[in-house]
């Protein structure tokens, strides 16, 4: 299972780092994504990082303000995001995927945990 952590309050203009790391002896797994979702919004899919540091962004909107990378001797990914804006205001969360381009950047399995929440506000 795979938790998102580093959430927090951030100012309109500011920066984030979160990271996801998986509980226990879990396996690495080829592929993981991230995922937010937006009070009253559906859950969206960001992008996903597969092994051999290959990157998938679902826009190149994201692409510009969103950037993924994983360690894979620590078995963490991360998601930096740059030029947060109110908008951007969300429950992120991390899982592993079916695979790590298009359609198939989307949850392996059914688990989501808790995610880490961003708050973008003045």
């Known amino acids: 299972q795979l938790q998102a952590s580093g959430g927090g309050l951030v100012r309109p203009g500011g920066s984030l780092m979160l990271s996801c790391a998986a509980s226990?002896?879990?396996?690495?797994?080829?592929?993981m994504g991230w995922f937010r979702q937006a009070p009253g919004k559906e859950r969206e899919v960001i992008g996903c990082?597969?092994?051999?540091?290959?990157?998938?962004y679902s826009s190149e909107a994201v692409k510009g303000r969103f950037i993924i990378s994983r360690d894979d001797l620590k078995n963490i990914m991360y998601l930096e995001i740059t030029g947060l804006q109110p908008e951007d205001t969300a429950r992120y969360y991390c899982?592993?995927?079916?695979?790590?381009?298009?359609?198939?950047?989307?949850?392996?399995?059914?688990?989501w945990g808790q995610g880490t929440l961003v708050t973008v506000s003045s």
């Open positions: 990082a597969s092994t051999g540091d290959y990157i998938w």
């Open positions: 226990g002896l879990a396996k690495s797994h080829s592929s």
């Open positions: 899982a592993p995927t079916d695979g790590g381009v298009g359609r198939y950047c989307r949850n392996s399995g059914d688990y």
